[in-house]
């Protein structure tokens, strides 16, 4: 046994406990409460489509005056080809390859190619007045721009979504009629039109209070439009603008729309647009389709979606939506990808003491014991690797979609799983982001991280077993 009894064994695991809570609370971070997150979205990505989705009747939010079901007798079809052609009278283009379908991903709507096509070909041409957006300017509607104005910048979802609305009030007068009745009706796989049990069964925080204050912002939003509504300062004509209105608006933008142009922010200029038909293309990491400039073509402010490979007869378009974890495209989307690359977990990095205890109490006894002296020595080592490696402000923990810590975690995660100044003399900030040399060390940073993995999943109400046997019976 070393020579080490067991009222030692346990004096070590409480300093060493101690050290790394000392640790902890220097680096800011708090131990209480811990709880599990996703990230959260970080606004609109660069030239990021809205995907097409057929939905089933909702009842949550439906809109007690505006009509949101198209004036149109039309087959989807029909309403697509109408659409295609209408899009050719602005200038436009549709390549004569592309072709609606909906049977995409399961019977959903999308676009697929007829024939083959080339790398490079240009499928979907759009020019600026095709393009659906609002802009700050002084001959811009000025009613509309004021109740715009009363919504957060952030939320560019229901900014955009104003303007379609007062398009939709137009009906069959409007310049964007053919567009209009090619939207669906409503987007049950978004949040914002789920029921009270389908949001508790979301279960991850974060975008439960997303959900719910995008919720919040969409009821005093239908105030404001309530309340001006019939005065000079109305910009829908007198329309019924309610909640239900708001919420198919809001969601048909962040469903669909690209940005285009302007930057996050600035003012001015117009962080959305809503692109017809090419916003009927549906999402995928390993894309076939970007979207790019076309003014040299089409005029200042064109777009295009052009290949980015060859793509075979039969074969969907793709465009990626961007980088995004499961609860960013669920929120802006309504769907998830199974497997997602991008998904991350986040625990305080207080979190880290929970687990280094639980690996402590779980190989303690087989550590030689350490003084005091050593002790302070080792806290003091710790702490200059992680000045050295600027690790001294990391309050967040990020487990990645392959059960990894991210790089910065992992080194932060090696540095407080050492145990003695004589471990803490063979590392270096430049040995932190690799495997360490020494196998025992190396072994017990990843036994951190799996006690973490664990950690997250213990937030959650139900078990993966749970989870499954509620899908099959449903």
């Known amino acids: 046994d070393n020579g080490k009894n067991s009222s030692d064994s346990k004096l070590d695991v409480m300093r ?3 050290t790394t809570a000392l640790l902890v609370l220097a680096l800011g971070a708090t131990a209480l409460p811990m709880t599990s997150a996703f990230l959260r979205p970080a606004g609109l990505p660069h030239c990021v489509p809205g995907r097409a989705i057929v939905c089933r009747p909702v009842a949550r939010h439906s809109s007690g005056g505006l009509r949101l079901t198209s004036s149109s007798a039309l087959s989807d079809a029909e309403t697509y080809d109408a659409l295609a052609r209408w899009l050719h009278g602005t200038g436009g283009h549709v390549h004569p390859a592309v072709q609606f379908t909906t ?7 999308g676009l697929q190619t007829s024939r083959d096509v080339k790398e490079g070909e240009r499928l979907v041409v759009l020019p600026e007045k095709a393009q659906l957006f609002y802009k700050n300017s002084q001959d811009a509607d000025q009613a509309l721009l004021a109740v715009i104005e009363t919504v ?13 609305l007062q398009e939709k009030v137009k009906s069959e007068t409007s310049f964007f009629s053919e567009y209009l009745n090619n939207l669906p009706t409503s987007y049950d796989g978004m949040p914002a039109y789920y029921t009270a049990q389908e949001t508790q069964a979301l279960q991850f925080p974060d975008v439960q209070r997303q959900a719910a204050g995008r919720l919040a912002q969409l009821t005093q939003l239908a105030a404001t439009c309530q309340r001006i509504r019939g005065s000079a300062a109305d910009p829908f004509a007198g329309a019924d603008i309610d909640l239900g209105a708001l919420t198919w608006a809001t969601a048909s933008v962040s469903s669909r729309a690209y940005r285009v ?10 962080l959305a647009s809503l692109l017809p038909i090419a916003d009927l293309i549906n999402h995928s990491f390993d894309a076939n389709c970007v979207l790019d400039d076309a003014a040299a073509i089409a005029g200042a402010g064109a777009v295009a979606v052009t290949t980015c490979r060859a793509i075979p007869a039969g074969e969907p378009l793709r465009i990626n939506y961007g980088e995004m974890s499961s609860d960013q495209l669920l929120l802006s989307y309504g769907f998830v990808v199974p497997d997602n690359p991008f998904d991350t977990v986040q625990l305080p990095a207080g979190a880290l003491s929970y687990a280094l205890q639980e690996v402590a109490l779980e190989d303690g006894e087989h550590d030689p014991p350490i003084s005091d002296i050593e002790a302070e020595q080792l806290a003091e080592a710790q702490m200059r690797l992680l000045q050295d490696a600027q690790l001294t402000d990391v309050s967040t923990v990020t487990l990645l979609a392959s059960g990894a810590l991210a790089p910065e975690a992992m080194a932060l995660v090696r540095v407080l799983a050492l145990r ?8 270096t900030r430049e040995t932190l982001l690799a495997p360490l040399e020494d196998a025992v060390i190396e072994a017990r940073a990843r036994l951190v991280v799996k006690r973490l993995s664990m950690l997250a999943l213990d937030e959650l109400p139900t078990s993966v077993a749970d989870d ?3 899908l099959e019976g449903g």
């Open 152 to 164: 957060n910048p952030s939320l560019w979802g229901m900014r955009l979504g104003l303007r379609l």
């Open 420 to 427: 003695s100044p004589q471990e803490a003399a063979g590392v």
């Open 16 to 18: 060493t406990a101690a």
């Open 261 to 270: 142009r302007g930057q996050p922010g600035q003012r001015g200029g117009h």
């Open 468 to 470: 499954v046997a509620l």
């Open 103 to 109: 049977d995409d991903l399961g019977g959903g709507r």
